[in-house]
């Protein structure tokens, strides 16, 4: 899966708009998003983005991540896979999350802010003329 399943980064590059509870709530996320994957039938390539703009806070404790198999990248999303693969799953977006694309890149902002920063996802799907599509998902 790490290397051929179906896409799916979580971006952690909205550190700077979280505070330090939400941090804490970012990391157990994490942390459960990974022990998930690792345990289900039908694992996912998963990548952490945004490494270099998320602080160490909003990482589990002890470098955990670094022991997991996934994807670690310093980039943003948008630096490392083209804009018109991106399909940013936000609760902001006008359309609904469908069948998923194998050819399709799926990106999870990493933002915890209990809807203090509406639409930020949404904008910056915008603005890099990617997808966006809502889904189930939450924070």
Known sequence: ?????????????YGAHM???????LQRQLSRCWG???????PVSLHLAGLAQCPA???PPGGDHLRWKVHRLDERVEERFPPASLTFLTPDAPDVLGALDPARVY???????????KG???ARAAANASTSASSSLSN
């Open 36 to 42: 998930a994957n690792r345990r289900a039938a039908a």
């Open 57 to 59: 806070a909003c990482l």
């Open 107 to 117: 990106v999870i902002g990493g933002l915890v802010d209990h809807n203090r920063h």
């Open 1 to 13: 899966a790490l290397e051929g399943g179906l896409r799916v980064v979580l971006d952690l590059s």
């Open 19 to 25: 505070s330090a509870r939400e941090h804490n709530s």
């Open 120 to 122: 930020v996802t949404q």
